[in-house]
Nanobody, 123 residues
Framework: QVQLVESGGGLVQAGGSLRLSCTAS????????MGWFRQAPGKEREFVAA????????HYTDSVKGRFTISGDNAKNTVYLQMNSLKPEDTAVYYC????????????????WGQGTQVTVSS
């Protein structure tokens, strides 16, 4: 089992920045990729970004490229999502997740999930 705890959400004005953190505990040796997803009210959960621990590659959905940066600290078992130039449409609950085998943009292919942290961007 892997436990994930997110933090760093909050309320910010458009154009502002937030940094989300996700710390993993438990059987972290089994992690392969960590991803960030988000879900706005009435919408499906969508992929935001992912990081491959083994190769260090990063992946982003088009709408956040150039604004968001995913990074990780292996020693701390923590992955970060730096979010700059935030827009009202970025408002959602943000979740981190672990895929034990590969990087994926599909939520159903992730094995473990955090509880989520709310990000609200005001216009």
């Amino acid at each position: 089992q892997v436990q994930l705890v997110e933090s760093g959400g909050g309320l910010v004005q458009a154009g502002g920045s937030l940094r989300l953190s996700c710390t993993a505990s438990g059987r972290t040796f089994s992690r392969y990729a960590m991803g960030w997803f988000r879900q706005a009210p009435g919408k499906e959960r969508e992929f935001v970004a992912a990081l491959s621990w083994s190769g260090g590659s990063t992946h982003y959905t088009d709408s956040v490229k150039g604004r968001f940066t995913i990074s990780g600290d292996n020693a701390k078992n923590t992955v970060y999502l730096q979010m700059n130039s935030l827009k009202p449409e970025d408002t959602a609950v943000y979740y981190c997740a672990v895929n034990r085998w590969y990087v994926s943009e599909e939520p159903h292919e992730y094995d473990y999930w955090g509880q989520g942290t709310q990000v609200t961007v005001s216009s």
